[in-house]
Nanobody
Framework: VQLQASGGGLVQAGGSLRLSCAAS????????MGWFRQAPGNEREFVGS????????YYADSVKGRFTISRDNAKNTVYLQMNSLKPEDTAVYYC????????????????WGQGTLVTVSS
């Protein structure tokens, strides 16, 4: 499956952005979807994940209550709604897909998108 993340940009602290991850090649409904981010000089970190049905989600503590993952399997797209953005949310955001049961963490993701840059100014 090929993944294409989009929606990044420059936003002021306190603002919102919605990232999209569009899939092609295979139906997205087969996969657990995850969002990850990598800030300059830092390792890539888990942001959140969503089950194939969209019923179950997991979030990193740093984004819990501010970010929401959703999916539209009919459109083969997953979203990351980011509210109350902080400068420390600045990073390249990646979406990824894997089979299996949804959980937190980075393990087992087979397919990765190219990333979209989010910059939050103070």
């Amino acid at each position: 499956v090929q993944l294409q993340a989009s929606g990044g940009g420059l936003v002021q602290a306190g603002g919102s952005l919605r990232l999209s991850c569009a899939a092609s090649g295979r139906t997205l409904s087969r996969y657990v979807m995850g969002w990850f981010r990598q800030a300059p000089g830092n390792e890539r970190e888990f942001v959140g994940s969503i089950s194939q049905s969209g019923v179950t989600t997991y979030y990193a503590d740093s984004v819990k209550g501010r970010f929401t993952i959703s999916r539209d399997n009919a459109k083969n797209t997953v979203y990351l709604q980011m509210n109350s953005l902080k400068p420390e949310d600045t990073a390249v955001y990646y979406c990824a897909a894997r089979p299996g049961v949804v959980s937190a963490g980075e393990r087992g993701y087979d397919y990765w998108g190219q990333g979209t840059l989010v910059t939050v100014s103070s």
